[in-house]
């Protein structure tokens, strides 16, 4: 037992020497190691072989081998041991590695998101304007991006937008350093910066690449529009020069014949027997009948020499007229030649500029080609734009952070000029659903009639149209077939007790949207797009109440006011009419040339003349008066009443008055009864620059000729200049363009809120000395003009007068901002003289509690010269703008409504007293050369804003204007 107790404790303790040192992999290799194994075993077979045993001994042997196996077991046990761990180190220590170059990686790639946004953020956010927009947009600011552009720059009308933009950059440099220095971003900017990494942004030679196509991207784009711009003035010349050439060779042809005539003449002369008498002169003397001043020549060529023989002489006198005028006219031929010969060199000279120019610009574009392609390039511009609309959010977010107080202000500012909902504004006219039934087509289709017929028929009714001549009209008329009406405009009221129906101009709807109608007649619908008045109409249209409201108008204004109907959620109904007559264009103009004297003489009864100018108007009549026709005069500053009398003149064929000359006044308003419209011209001066009628403007004039139930039912229209006939022929056969969108102004309560919003806005209403801010009226007009929101189907009326009339009241104390805003809403024209003292009176008595009484201007008296005529309609003007006033701002002194009352019918009486006497008055004008000077106006402006009109219509229309002063 003794002997087997050692063999156990040196197997154990081999075993624990194998468990500190494991074995290597190959036993061959002898190692110091294995002793104790050896050592082991040799003990073992020593002691088996000297002891004694019995014959059971032997079992004990296996003991031995049993722990020889047990030490392989374990020896083989610890080696695997000893290898996992060794892998495992291993692998720990690549694990480590990676994690160190992933974290270097992602600082690289951090370093490189910081340098981008400190070099591109900054830069980018300030070049791109759709950032600014965006960025405004993302603060829920509802503002009209247009509003802040100005040019290629953005610039600020007042102190707000300027604050606007001014925020909007000082925010930058905070937010790039925000993103430069943040330890964590958003996923959202991280994302949008790392797509930025990834696309390159980091390489240097790749950004500097970008930058440069970038850069060079505006020139090329200006390149390639200067190019084809270039390219069409060249084929535009090259047009021009072959017409020229054209012309010139027509005038050779014309010369020649002249000098063959002029040879048989000067053989004539030289050879008396060679003279032709009888029917063979007449063919020489056929010279004479084209030559315009061949009377005058004659007289002038008169001499004192002896007459013999009365025939012989005649002769020599027919033959000299005839010598003199040929060489007269063989002068005026070459001299048209030459002329025309330097216009085509000096259109060479510059057609070789502009290929000069061509050729430069295509070399300049070809070496401007990118260096990178087309499709890296877009795919790169692509992340770059996702990447900035992700900036200008967060960009919005920070500012909204740093600025919240001053965010909230502009949100109310902007709240106050939102216009994009103008539906909302009347909420009675909501709460009932409406039927708008649309009577479209052109003048003199039954249209209105129709729609009158419906309002005759309804217990209740409103009438409203752009004229006081249509209002008193409608009134008349309803009255006479037993329905009591009321007149309602702004300079007069004809109120009835128990009245059903009302007519009145479509200013004065506002006044009326608190009533209830049961039908309602819009009249001239498409003057809903007028720049200064189509603000009434879309007043009308939304907000009347009524059960029914009738549009009269043209198609053009159709699918605006179904879009108008749909926002109010009101039916739309269309019934559509065809002209009852015929309207056609004539085949020749009333002059053969631009600058026919006396054209007019032509006139027929029953055509109306339409002039732009009053002094074309009297210039006409005088013309036509001396023909044998007395005419009857139509325009605009005519008081109504005498309009009135002078087309119910003209309408009455016992009267004698078959003429009627008119401006565009007669365009509506008026039933007269025309067989033809001559168009003096197509050209006028619209108080701002000379423009062409448009094609809206010719259907509405022209339209006017031919009648149903009248003399003439179909109708004819022409012009004066023959340059006019192809465009006015073009007008009447083309379609008019739909109407696209409806006028808006701003109301008192709109101006209300955001002077209450402005001032709040403004160091919250104090200024520096702790005084509450009370801005101006013009002051709160310019700015909601500025911050206005308008979209859709919408656009701001312009507000110039209202403008200049409330500067005016700007230092009257004592009237607040609505009553202010009521003087801005008067009709007037702020470029007469007088208006100001009118207004600025009534307002400083109005302010002060007095009763406001008539400014005695210039006396009335009779009209000596066309100045004093006007001067008389423009006191009867200032007349009316006071009774105006004293209707909006009651109570009505009686005195002094007695008194304007009286003034206005001396100055009517002197109106009509200068009209029938106008033969008597000083008039020093011509209607050709003020057309031709509207022309060459207007050709010069359309020139320089690119159009393509014909060069050789410009130069002829100079040439013979020329000749025409040439002639005077």
């Keep these: 037992?003794?002997?087997?107790?050692?063999?156990?404790?040196?197997?154990?303790?081999?075993?624990?020497?194998?468990?500190?040192?494991?074995?290597?992999?190959?036993?061959?290799?002898?190692?110091?190691?294995?002793f104790h194994h050896d050592n082991s075993r040799f003990l073992i077979d020593r002691w088996t072989e000297r002891a004694s045993f019995p014959p059971n001994v032997n079992k004990c042997w296996p003991i031995a081998s049993n722990s020889q196996a047990l030490f392989r077991s374990f020896s083989s046990s610890n080696a695997q041991d000893e290898k996992d761990t060794t892998t495992s180190s291993i692998t720990t220590t690549a694990s480590n590695e990676d994690d160190e170059i992933e974290q270097r990686r992602r600082e690289k790639k951090q370093r490189s998101l910081r340098r981008v946004a400190a070099q591109y953020i900054p830069q980018w956010l300030k070049s791109e304007p759709f950032c600014f927009e965006r960025t405004v947009a993302a603060l829920n600011l509802n503002l009209s991006a247009e509003r802040y552009r100005t040019g290629t720059s953005f610039t600020a009308k007042s102190d707000l937008q300027g604050q606007y933009r001014k925020v909007f950059v000082d925010s930058i440099p905070s937010f790039t350093n925000y993103v430069r220095t943040s330890d964590e971003l958003p996923e959202g900017l991280n994302k949008a910066l790392n797509r930025l990494v990834d696309a390159g942004f980091c390489d240097q030679e790749f950004s500097t690449l970008y930058r440069s196509i970038k850069g060079g991207e505006s020139k090329r784009t200006q390149t390639v529009t200067l190019l084809s711009q270039k390219q069409k003035q060249y084929e535009e010349r090259k047009r021009t020069i072959q017409l020229i050439n054209e012309k010139i060779e027509e005038l050779k042809d014309e010369l020649v014949e002249v000098q063959s005539e002029y040879s048989n003449i000067q053989q004539i002369i030289s050879n008396p027997s060679t003279k032709q008498t009888g029917k063979n002169s007449s063919e020489s003397n056929s010279v004479v009948s084209m030559i315009a001043s061949a009377a005058r020549m004659a007289r002038e060529s008169k001499k004192d020499a002896p007459n013999n023989d009365p025939e012989t002489s005649a002769s020599e006198n027919t033959t000299g007229l005839e010598k003199s005028s040929l060489e007269q006219r063989m002068q005026k031929l070459e001299r048209r030649i030459r002329s025309r010969e330097d216009h085509v060199e000096s259109i060479v000279h510059g057609t070789r500029k502009v290929l000069e120019s061509i050729e430069n610009l295509q070399k300049e574009l070809a070496e401007s080609q990118r260096s990178m392609s087309n499709e890296t390039y877009a795919d790169t511009q692509q992340i770059v734009n996702e990447t900035l609309l992700i900036l200008c959010d967060y960009l919005a977010q920070h500012i909204q952070t740093q600025h919240s107080k001053l965010i909230e202000r502009w949100a109310n500012l902007d709240d106050k000029t939102d216009l994009t909902k103008p539906h909302e504004w009347y909420p009675y006219a909501r709460l009932e659903k409406r039927k708008i039934v649309y009577h479209g087509g052109p003048t003199n289709s039954g249209k209105t009639y129709t729609a009158l017929q419906r309002l005759k028929q309804a217990k209740t009714g409103l009438y409203v149209g752009p004229l006081r001549l249509l209002a008193g009209e409608v009134y008349e008329t309803l009255n006479s077939q037993g329905v009591y009406t009321s007149l309602v405009t702004g300079q007069e009221k004809r109120e009835f007790a128990f009245c059903t129906h009302i007519a009145a101009t479509v200013e004065m709807a506002g006044n009326l949207l608190d009533r209830e109608f049961d039908v309602v007649v819009v009249d001239e619908i498409q003057m809903i797009e007028d720049k200064d008045r189509g603000f009434a109409w879309t007043r009308a249209l939304m907000g009347l109440r009524c059960k029914e409201i009738h549009v009269c108008g043209g198609l053009e204004a159709k699918c605006l006011v179904q879009r108008i109907a749909h926002a109010c959620h009101d039916d739309f109904q269309l019934h559509e009419y065809k002209r009852f007559g015929e309207l056609v264009v004539a085949d020749s103009s009333l002059a053969t040339h631009p600058n026919e004297m006396n054209a007019y003489k032509r006139v027929q009864p029953g055509d109306c003349i339409v002039a732009f100018s009053r002094n074309d108007i009297f210039a006409i009549q005088r013309e036509i008066e001396a023909a044998g026709h007395k005419c009857c005069i139509i325009y605009g500053t005519l008081p109504p009443e005498i309009r009135t009398a002078q087309a119910q003149l003209f309408n009455d064929p016992d009267s004698g008055y078959d003429i009627l000359i008119a401006s565009d006044a007669i365009a509506m308003g008026l039933n007269l009864n025309?067989?033809?419209?001559?168009?003096?011209?197509?050209?006028?001066?619209?108080?701002?620059?000379?423009v062409r009628l448009g094609h809206s403007a010719v259907k509405q004039i022209a339209g006017r000729a031919g009648r149903r139930n009248s003399h003439f039912p179909n109708g004819i229209a022409t012009c004066r200049n023959p340059a006019d006939l192809e465009y006015i022929r073009q007008c009447l056969h083309t379609d008019i363009a739909p109407i696209e969108k409806a006028g808006l102004v701003p109301s008192s309560s709109h101006i209300d809120l955001f002077g209450e919003a402005l001032q709040e806005y403004h160091y919250g209403g104090l200024d520096k000395h702790g005084n509450k801010i009370v801005p101006h009226l013009h002051t709160l007009l310019q700015e909601f003009s500025d911050?206005?929101?308008?979209?859709?189907?919408?656009?701001?009326?312009?507000?110039g007068d209202m403008l200049a009339v409330a500067r005016w009241l700007k230092d009257i104390g004592g009237l607040d901002t609505s009553q202010k805003f009521t003087f801005c809403m008067a009709p007037v024209n702020t470029s007469q003289a007088k208006v100001k003292d009118v207004l600025v009176k009534f307002g400083k008595k109005l302010a002060a509690g007095e009763v406001p009484g008539l400014t005695r201007g210039s006396p009335v008296k009779r009209a000596n010269?066309?100045?004093?005529?006007?001067?008389?309609?423009?006191?009867?003007?200032?007349?009316?703008?006071?009774?105006?006033?004293?209707?909006?701002?009651?109570?009505?002194?009686?005195?002094?409504?007695?008194?304007?009352?009286?003034?206005?019918?001396?100055?009517?009486?002197?109106?009509k007293q200068g009209l029938n006497e106008t033969e008597k008055l000083k008039l020093d004008h011509c209607y050709i050369t003020r057309d031709a000077n509207l022309r060459t106006e207007w050709t010069r402006e359309q020139q320089k804003l690119g159009s393509s009109d014909d060069d050789v219509m410009s130069f002829d229309e100079s040439d013979t204007e020329a000749e025409f002063r040439t002639y005077l």
């Design 1 to 34: 037992m003794k002997q087997v107790g050692i063999a156990r404790r040196s197997f154990l303790w081999s075993n624990l020497s194998a468990r500190r040192c494991p074995p290597l992999q190959d036993h061959n290799v002898a190692h110091p190691r294995r």
């Design 865 to 911: 010269s066309f100045v004093d005529l006007a001067t008389l309609c423009s006191i009867y003007l200032d007349v009316e703008l006071f009774i105006w006033m004293q209707n909006k701002f009651p109570p009505i002194n009686l005195m002094e409504q007695q008194a304007a009352l009286a003034r206005k019918e001396r100055c009517s009486a002197m109106i």
């Design 787 to 799: 911050m206005a929101v308008v979209k859709g189907d919408f656009f701001l009326c312009r507000q």
């Design 674 to 690: 025309i067989r033809r419209i001559v168009f003096n011209t197509v050209y006028k001066n619209d108080g701002n620059s000379i």
